[in-house]
């Protein structure tokens, strides 16, 4: 299995909200969203792994949260083995984007369309003089993938800002938020790096028109 844009994104679907997991000797990829808003999202990523290892995910609710399974041995080893991802309870706070992705700027912009589809947020906050200010924000545990984020988002030309917030209890933990805010840069992530994500594309869409009336929002067509 090689390397692509579609696996490059779903590396970063794994890195947003999902897990490499061995089971009982069952070689598993979870990922875990939500119920309402992610089901046709999960749809879409199911027909691309049917067509790449031909064998269908399961998607089902589990614990409040839709999950998608995929069990495929040679396909979980693509992920750890060959892409060197971290597993199960050393992802969360180690995780960060594989060499082997970085290497191709179109594969590292893949990934980070998977993050964001996932793990991030778009939003609109009424600043001073400048009411409905969108934002594009990502949240992490994991310091090494936040400061990786931020570095490869400059050499891509992105303003981007870095923030953490240290706990306020013993369950807690120091949060990262990667943030690119304001309407040129919500407009140059759409047209370069774009959403997988139904409902984050036709938010980002809508707030892009109020503020150019469509002018220059071009659906990423790279892959």
């Not at 988002?153 to 805010?181: M, S």
């Amino acid at each position: 299995m090689e390397l692509n844009y579609k696996l490059s994104e779903l590396v970063g679907i794994i890195i947003g909200d999902g897990c490499l997991y061995n089971r009982k000797g069952n070689y598993l990829i979870l990922i875990s969203g939500n119920i309402k808003e992610d089901k046709k999202y999960y749809k879409n990523i199911s027909r691309f792994i049917f067509k790449t290892i031909n064998k269908q995910p399961t998607i089902k609710i589990h614990q409040r949260a839709l999950r998608l399974i995929i069990k495929n041995k040679n396909f979980f080893n693509f992920f750890y083995e060959h892409l060197e991802m971290k597993y199960h309870g050393d992802k969360t706070y180690k995780v960060i984007i594989p060499s082997l992705v970085l290497e191709n700027v179109g594969f590292t912009k893949a990934c980070l369309r998977g993050i964001v589809d996932t793990d991030g947020s778009v939003f609109t906050s009424d600043k001073p003089g400048s009411p409905n200010y969108p934002s594009i924000e990502i949240t992490t545990v994991s310091k090494s993938l936040a400061f990786q984020i931020k570095d490869i988002l400059k050499k891509l030309e992105y303003r981007v800002t870095l923030r953490w917030y240290d706990p306020k209890n013993d369950v807690q933990v120091r949060t990262y938020k990667i943030g690119l805010n304001g309407w040129l840069m919500l407009r140059k992530w759409y047209n370069d790096i774009g959403f997988s994500h139904p409902l984050k594309r036709s938010l980002a869409e809508k707030i892009l028109e109020r503020k150019y009336d469509g002018a220059g929002v071009n659906i990423p067509t790279a892959n």
